[in-house]
């Protein structure tokens, strides 16, 4: 039940304290997992702090000294334990801890069995999916690198960076690579090269040791924080033999803090040499595309309409000349055949005009309303006709007929 108080009716921080000592009692005896740090022994008693693996939290454990000695030489600072103890609230002092009545080293064995676990969990989200991966720059222009502080992971980096490309910039950060502040400081570094923009590339870098001192590069806090970071991360954890978690989710892995250089910076020697290939290949297709040019141009020219263009246009102009008197004699022939087709035509339409008749001597005997007469019987007596003559004409008058 909630405490009931007021301003007007407090409670004595004894009934505070005596509340909360029983609440915890009522947890029982518990196991609790965690790394052990700051371990000493004093008389019969031994005092440590046992410090959660991913967040900044730790709790204050005392046992007899006979429970730690029975865990056997495994249990030392930095180890991560299994504690089997009762929660204990001092009231007095109004403290909390744990009292230890057990004490089990995490083995190997249940390590890497804790670590397969992880591993399936983070696949099935798709975190170590290759189409995830980003790729590095091809010249980054400033490289984030975190490390141990003069370690010999930084100065292989720092080294085989700048001898294979002088100019390249860094930015260091120092932090611890293997106990219980690992983590932590390792994310705090990630999260500041990630912020700031110049950073294009993050190098995490750690030299070989045993399995234990690279766990802290399998933590699953670590490892997500590396997934969700913006900037490609390249991982060079141990050698060639370690594969901690970090290496499946980060972009690029490195089997040495070596190779990480050579992966993260191009040689400027065989950058030099790409480029010297390169401009040769590039003078041959031009010297090759030009002779073949050339070699168009000299069969172009060589053709006798360009070999000698003037007797090419002394060709086409005898051609067009001798056209020109073709078609002439063309349209005299058929003038000459017109001219006399058309005297011909004169001709006859002459022989049968009525005029060449009259000239014989004939003539046209026409009635008032000009109607050719061709019958004495088609006139009477006393009727005008006019006779058509070659010479003229002439009105005569009807008196005598003859019937025929």
């Known amino acids: 039940m909630a405490m009931e108080t007021t301003a007007e009716s407090p409670v004595p921080v004894r009934t505070v304290l005596q509340a909360v000592g029983g609440w915890i009692g009522r ?43 029975a865990a056997g030489p495994a249990v030392t600072d930095g180890a991560r334990v299994v504690v089997h103890a009762k929660p204990d609230f001092w009231i007095n002092r109004g403290t909390f801890s744990l009292s230890a009545v057990e004490v089990r080293p995490v083995g190997v064995g249940e390590l890497l069995a804790r670590l397969e676990r992880l591993k399936q969990v983070l696949a099935s989200e798709g975190l170590f999916r290759p189409e995830r991966k980003r790729p590095l720059p091809f010249l980054p222009g400033k490289i984030g690198l975190i490390c141990g502080r003069d370690s010999d992971a930084e100065h292989d980096v720092l080294q085989n960076a700048r001898r294979r490309w002088p100019a390249v910039a860094f930015r260091v950060e120092n932090t611890a690579v293997q106990g219980s502040y690992a983590v932590g400081e390792v994310m705090e570094a990630l999260r500041r090269l990630d912020a700031d923009p110049e950073i294009e590339v993050i190098v995490i870098a750690r030299g070989g040791g045993a399995m234990e001192d690279l766990l802290p590069f399998s933590d699953e806090a670590l490892v997500r924080a590396v997934a969700a970071a913006r900037t490609p991360v390249v991982s060079a954890i141990g050698h060639e033999q370690d594969s901690p978690i970090l290496d499946l989710v980060a972009d690029v892995r490195a089997s040495t803090p070596t190779d990480a250089a050579k992966k993260t910076v191009p040689d400027v020697r065989e950058q030099l ?98 109607a050719v007469v061709r019958e004495p019987a088609d006139v009477k007596d006393g009727e005008r006709l006019h006779v058509r003559l070659a010479g003229g004409r002439l009105t005569a008058t009807v008196s005598d007929r003859e019937e025929p």
């Open 27 to 69: 947890l029982g005896r518990i196991w609790v997992e965690g790394q052990i740090t700051d371990l000493n022994a004093r008389g019969g008693t031994v005092y440590m702090t046992l410090r959660d693996p991913v967040a900044n939290m730790s709790v204050r454990v005392v046992g007899p000294r006979g429970v730690f000695e």
């Open 273 to 370: 040499q790409l480029v010297r290939q390169l401009r040769d290949r590039g003078r041959r297709c031009l010297a090759g595309g030009l002779e073949r040019e050339l070699h168009w141009l000299r069969n172009v020219r060589s053709r006798p309409a360009l070999a000698d263009p003037v007797r090419e246009i002394e060709r086409q102009s005898e051609q067009v000349l001798a056209l020109r008197d073709r078609t002439r004699r063309c349209v005299a022939s058929a003038l000459d055949r017109a001219g006399d087709e058309l005297s011909h035509t004169r001709a006859r339409l002459l022989a049968l005009s009525p005029a060449a008749t009259l000239d014989r001597g004939y003539a046209i005997v026409q009635r008032e309303d000009e």
